[in-house]
């Protein structure tokens, strides 16, 4: 079993940024992926994919919508991963989920662990 804690979400004005880290406990992570996904108030039903990272290759993924402006990042020693969000848009806001599968892939039913979701808004 992995546990998974999300932080960082809050509000930000547009063209802001926001960190969110997502803690992994239960097993240290080795291989698989981390991905991180969002569920926004028009797409309530769809966790719309993010990025990813290859947590043993350090290799990434991101989703068209985020591309240069997201950054995906891990600590090995912490046993956590991260988001950097970089020129936040309204559309952006949402609820963001990390989770860890063993299947490196965009696709959110690959993942068997999630964390609780953090909350970001991009509001003026």
């Known amino acids: 079993q992995v546990h998974l804690v999300e932080s960082g979400g809050g509000l930000v004005q547009p063209g802001g940024s926001l960190r969110l880290s997502c803690a992994a406990s239960?097993?240290?992570?080795?291989?698989?992926?981390m991905g991180w996904f969002r569920q926004v108030p028009v797409k309530e039903k769809e966790r719309e994919f993010v990025?990813?990272?290859?947590?043993?290759?350090?290799?990434?993924s991101y989703g068209d919508s985020v591309k240069g402006r997201f950054r995906i990042s891990r600590d090995n020693a912490k046993n956590t991963g991260y988001l950097q969000m970089d020129s936040l848009k309204p559309e952006d806001t949402g609820v963001y989920y990390c989770?860890?599968?063993?299947?490196?892939?965009?696709?959110?039913?690959?993942?068997?662990?999630w964390g609780q979701g953090t909350q970001v808004t991009v509001s003026s």
């Open positions: 989770a860890v599968g063993s299947t490196v892939a965009g696709d959110p039913t690959l993942y068997q662990f």
């Open positions: 239960g097993r240290t992570l080795t291989s698989g992926a």
């Open positions: 990025s990813l990272i290859n947590w043993s290759s350090g290799t990434i």
